[in-house]
């Protein structure tokens, strides 16, 4: 499908005074796509040119429109030497390749440059006109839409949910390629960032080709990551959920006004027709004959799963075990058969969706993970990645085995990642074994009835607890109980996921945001040795951050966790571990048990004091934060209590495995009340601080609460203010003779100080929730760690509830009341708070707002009808994918961008923390900048996934290389449905200034 791509330059401003003499410049610009370069003609001695160029035509194939970014280039001309570069912009055509996305590209853009950040502005038109083109051995794959969110898009339904894609692209990283001549850092930070942006094309449409292949038109939870192997090479490669979705229409995109997103995401996805059968028809063909991309690697797949039966324990009549009705065994066992015939021709039955369309999910096994320690060897031919590729089949291979013997046939909330030191990398991966309903999965006539006749016998709130794995043939031991809502199946006594939790689950009080922190140190060695000793550690790192979480869990007596991830990070003398996840009280599993501390050393009376005291610590801080987090379980029913129910205990003790010794069992049975408890021993001084580290962490302070999923559970009543920021941290953990327990303590200290700041930033949107709460961790240097955190703070009505029939009036007072609280804090989305010689202070942050336009900008962003002067809305931001108070009537495409930013003067910048917080600030202002090009007004489903900061203090020098994604889109406030209509892309340029010149 040929095209025709048309650029034109109008105009720049605020640019950076190139000619001492007369302290202006004489700028031009070079556009160029592909090999062919366009220039305009130079506009004398003006900061503010005016261009007003000619269209400049090329004629291209799609399949370079998807691979090439459009490259600008602004020059200062000079006649006697060679011009000088003022900086570029890169832009993305694939927006404008979509059907129903933006037609055009136009607005102003900051010009970039990776040694002085942002030098003013430029106004650029762009345009694409294809021509259709029936060739059947395309390479393109124009049209498939591409999504960062993890859940099926709003105003979008899924039509058919056909699984996971992936790909991954190799090259040499530039950077390393400059021995022969002297490194210039412009010169090199260039070569990286075109050869990023081409290689992040490439994959996209190499991506778009398998979803082609399955017969899909759209990627949800696209997770698109680098890998900076050092000499070896430069990795990119992607996951994602290929789809068949079906635009809602106009009427159904504007549901009746909810400020709940659980109650949007029960109404949207699948609001049309009550006949299921309609789900599994529209503009897809059948899928059961269809050809999948990764046929070549069928037969290999077959043989896999062949050999993975041993391995699998799925039970053969399991779902049909309890007494849900007469027909319920026979009907659950065809429907797991169907299931497993929707999943068995995938080679991976991975879903990279942490959220989903009601009834998808049945049953949930538990979190499934892999880890992998690999040296990293030179790439030697770009275009053969296949060693790359066999390290993470292995690895999925292993995830997929595991989730079949917890007799599961899918995995969801699937996502993988790597940690790299020198030639040593640990890939890792991780998901949720699950059970899905095959009516998602494939076209077919019998499964809209068989599925309502299973819902109509297990109740919606609790069918995805039940255990999905044989409780006679587990795979590892647990205490199993009926469950305690529908008292029909049986339920662990605690689940594990790394998926949000699910719209329909009963859940008692409010989750809260639960971290386990550890610190090992390693000796320092080289190639294999090294690999082997991180190998050596990785096992007992593993299970001392599970023994953490289980601990934390049941110290603020709480019985799940949801959006669990675990980051396990290499440095040069030491592994990192950090584990972040939701806790929440599901009200089907049973009550925790406390904590029973059982002492194994000296025998005397002041440490039995000493012991009983510790207990009593413990005891008070989970009734503290029973009561902070409001769970009272409801009593059960007495006639259900007089149920012949077979005891819990009883049964697990007979399923434990043979090679526990029968004292152990018999300390397991300690009980604390009348449950059971969860026993910790103290058998030398290092279990000793682990408990006491355990009672130092402190609950956030009164009216703030935390969770790292979308929704916080048992909050409902969102207002429409949020706030997202970012802070980066780098901090050196110990210098003198550093021991595992210092360094826990002061990773620890640096995690808890880090949200202690931000809690203390926000503490004027009191009551308030920070939602989407992003961790990552990295270990630059001997020592030094560099923390980021990406999260966004949401106010909620705590009296909503309570006063439903407020007057409308009184609505409006309070909502004003907030803007005016809003306008004394500092914006903390410009804000990046890192821990350096030069302490980040709020006085700093407020001289930053006073010198940027678009934080001006930032502080008055109440929304107005377009065509008033006064103000002009800024482009939201939020890493959730939907905005509390607000509907998505547009997705105008997906926003990926990466920059590279150097100095050689850090100390005249503000040190680490003037030279983060700035580059940062104006990572902002370029993806706001974009997504009011195409049109937008919002970025949803926003991530920094990476931040690789490097610092050279005895040279002056640092550099930083930042990677954001999000989803661009077009938001309408419920409150202006009426009065507002949806704005058009030519109304939605910045205001002057707001792209922001931070560096001013």
Known sequence: MPGKLKVKIVAGRHLPVMDRASDLTDAFVEVKFGNTTFKTDVYPKSLNPQWNSEWFKFEVDDEELQDEPLQITVLDHDTYSANDAIGKVYIDIDPLLYSEAATVISGWFPIYDTIHGIRGEINVVVKVDLFNDLNRFRQSSCGVKFFCTTSIPKCYRAVVIHGFVEELVVNEDPEYQWIDRIRTPRASNEARQRLISLMSGELQRKIGLKVLEMRGNAVVGYLQCFDLEGESGLVVRAIGTACTLDKLSNTSAFLPACNSPSKEMKEIPFNEDPNPNTYSSGPSTPLKNQTYSFSPSKSYSRQSSSSDTDLSLTPKTGMGSGSAGKEGGPFKTLLRQQTQSALEQREFPFFTLTAFPPGFLLHVGGVVSARSVKLLDRIHNPDEPETRDAWWAEIRQEIKSHAKALGCHAVVGYSESTSICEEVCILSASGTAAVLNPRFLQDGTMEGCLEQRIEEASPPGCGFCHIPYDELNMPFPAHLTYCYNCRKQKVPDVLFTTIDLPVEAIVVGKGCLIQARLCRLKKKAQAEANATSISNLLPFMEYEVH??????????????????????????????????????????????????????????????????????????????????????????????????????????????????????????????????????????????????????????????????????????????????FTAVRVSRLSNINPTNQTLNKNFNDLCENLLK???????????????????????????????????????????????????????????????????LQFPLELSSDPLSSQPFSPAKATSLEKASPLAEGYLRHRSVPSGTNSTVSVVKMTPLSFLPGAKITKYLGIINMFFIRETTSLREEGGVSGFLHAFIAEVFAMVRAHVAALGGNAVVSYIMKQCVFMENPNKNQAQCLINVSGDAVIFVRESELEALPVPAPAAAAQPAGSAGDVTT
């Open 547 to 724: 023994t953490q979480l289980m601990n934390k869990l049941k110290l603020r007596g709480m019985n799940a966790l949801f959006g669990l991830r675990i980051q396990i990070t290499v440095g040069e003398n030491m592994l990192m571990g950090l584990a972040s996840a939701t806790g929440v009280y599901l009200a089907a599993l049973p009550t925790p048990g406390g904590i029973q501390i059982a002492g194994k050393t000296p025998n005397d009376g002041t440490y039995e004091q000493h012991i009983s005291h510790m207990q009593k610590k413990i005891n008070d801080t989970i009734a503290k934060n029973k009561e902070l987090y409001e769970i009272n379980p409801p009593e059960l029913p007495e006639e259900i209590i007089g149920s012949p129910i077979p005891e819990p205990r009883q049964r697990s003790r007979l399923l434990r495995s043979q090679s526990e010794s029968s004292d152990e069992v018999t300390e397991l049975d300690l009980s604390h009340g009348k449950k059971d408890a969860f026993v910790l021993e103290i058998d030398d001084t290092d279990a000793m601080e682990d408990v006491h580290s355990l009672l130092t962490d402190v609950p956030p302070p009164s009216g703030f609460y935390s969770c790292n999923t979308e929704i916080m559970p048992g909050i409902n009543n969102w207002t429409p203010e949020i706030q997202m």
């Open 757 to 823: 700041s931000l809690y203390f930033k926000l503490r004027s949107m009191v009551p308030c929730c920070l939602c989407h709460v992003n961790f990552t961790v990295a270990l630059p240097e001997d020592e030094l760690v560099q923390i980021a955190v990406t999260a966004v703070a949401i106010t909620y009505d705590k009296n909503q509830a309570l006063q439903a029939n407020k007057a409308p009036t009184e609505k409006s007072q309070q909502r004003a009341s907030t803007d005016n609280e809003e306008q």
